[in-house]
């Protein structure tokens, strides 16, 4: 059986490119966390807002409609 072998990295120098891989995953992984906290708390403000405004609705169709003046 015939093994193809890829040329290696010596153990001593891919050291700081695993490193490097390690710091831009984990980078990009606190970006990904940051943009989805952003849009949460965008998204609960909205909802926040809609029920104030539905809660003002309902209070303003159940208050008795003022005589209209003739």
Do not use: C, W
């Amino acid at each position: 059986m015939i093994t193809l072998a890829a040329p290696a990295l010596p153990l001593h120098s891919a050291g700081k490119y695993v490193a490097g891989a390690y710091v831009v995953f984990v980078a990009l992984l606190l970006i990904y966390v940051a943009i989805m906290a952003i849009r949460l708390a965008r998204t609960e403000r909205d909802l926040v807002a809609l029920n104030r405004e539905l809660a003002e609705r309902d209070a303003a169709e159940t208050r008795e409609p003022e005589p209209v003046a003739q």
